[in-house]
């Protein structure tokens, strides 16, 4: 019995996690392309997911990254679009993809986890 509703308990979870990336992928494919960004979203919502997009690609839990590095990190994403790394840096800081202390970031174990 406790087999068949951790089954159910798992099918459910990959159900909500395909029709979350059935909602996703528009946005990213509008906003992302070739590793770059077109330009960040003005809806709040689509922002979100798009620099969660951008955090989970660039940066690893567990890593401690000089500013030099996530600066240029983040210049990649930015090459031809209309936002700059530091609107970028912040914003991950300031959402907690990103935390930061005496010049040094890293990715919050729980930050990337959900």
Known sequence: MEKQASARDLSAETAAQAEATDRTDPVLRTF??????VRLPARWQRKLVVLRYVAERTFEPG??????TVNEKLRAWCEDAPVD???LRRYLVD???LHRQHG???VPETALAH
């Open 32 to 37: 992302v392309r070739d590793g770059r960004l």
């Open 63 to 68: 890593v401690e990254y000089p500013e030099r």
């Open 85 to 87: 790394h530091v609107t």
């Open 95 to 97: 959402l907690g993809h």
């Open 104 to 106: 040094s970031y890293w």
